[in-house]
């Protein structure tokens, strides 16, 4: 948040809820033009055998929709693959939003939707943004049947890669803690956010709970049988 607008609100006394998160990032403002990305000359060639094994046998595109024209067809291809696997976009509610923001991003150049194909359908996905400097990566969905491709993973490479040549500073990957964002990190980010709200209300009541259930999510090992729990809760 801009921080007057912060400071106003706390001299106006406001209620709300501070919440700190920890952003993975990668500050390609770091790296040299065409120097390699942060991660090891061993991932580095098990990514390329990857999407060389995959072109070998397959015809493989790598697209990005950026008009509203392109979006409209594409996000709707996000929406299904999506939801085979998660449920963020499950509710009609949240899947209306995003595809009304994605066209609006995409009529203000900001709409960063990136579509990997094989063999004329769609085999992966990232949803994200591009403002000023900086690239979001916000949200990835692959076709579990091209999972032993690594298709997720060899997608978000491509696309750091390509933020990278375009002049992108900093390929931010929001929250969360997922294994394909720790091979790509050379830097975190704490993000602080208000959430102004009425106190006492139901609202105020409802966010108090889902910040603590997710505090409570991120505190949870990844590994043994309670990281086998959070990724179905995920799902």
Not at 35 to 53: A, F, V, Y
Not at 69 to 93: K, M, S
Request: aromatic share 8%; glycine share 8%; hydrophobic share 40%.
């Amino acid at each position: 948040l801009d921080g007057d607008w912060l400071a106003g609100a706390r001299a106006a006394a406001v209620p709300g809820i501070k919440v700190l998160e920890t952003h993975k990032v990668v500050e390609l403002s770091s790296i040299r033009f065409c120097d390699p990305m942060p991660i090891s000359g061993k991932d580095r060639r098990e990514l390329r055998r990857s999407l060389r094994r995959l072109q070998d046998a397959h015809a493989v595109t790598l697209r990005c929709s950026r008009t509203p024209h392109e979006a409209v067809q594409d996000f709707d291809d996000f929406r299904t693959l999506h939801t085979g696997r998660w449920t963020h976009l499950c509710d009609p509610t949240v899947a209306r939003f995003h595809e009304g923001f994605a066209l609006r991003a995409a009529a203000q150049g900001w709409l960063r939707l990136w579509t990997m194909e094989v063999d004329g359908a769609a085999a992966a996905m990232l949803y994200g943004w591009r403002l000023g400097d900086r690239q979001f990566a916000y949200l990835q969905a692959f076709d579990a049947r091209w999972s032993r491709h690594g298709v997720g993973i060899v997608l978000l490479a491509h696309v750091i890669e390509q933020a990278q040549e375009d002049g992108v500073s900093v390929f931010d990957m929001l929250r969360g803690k997922g294994h394909h964002k720790a091979r790509f990190e050379n830097d975190r980010r704490l993000v602080r956010t208000h959430v102004a709200v009425r106190n006492p209300s139901m609202s105020y009541a409802k966010i108090r709970g889902v910040e603590a259930a997710r505090r409570l999510y991120r505190s949870l090992p990844d590994e043994g049988a309670i990281g086998e729990l959070k990724q179905r809760i995920r799902r």
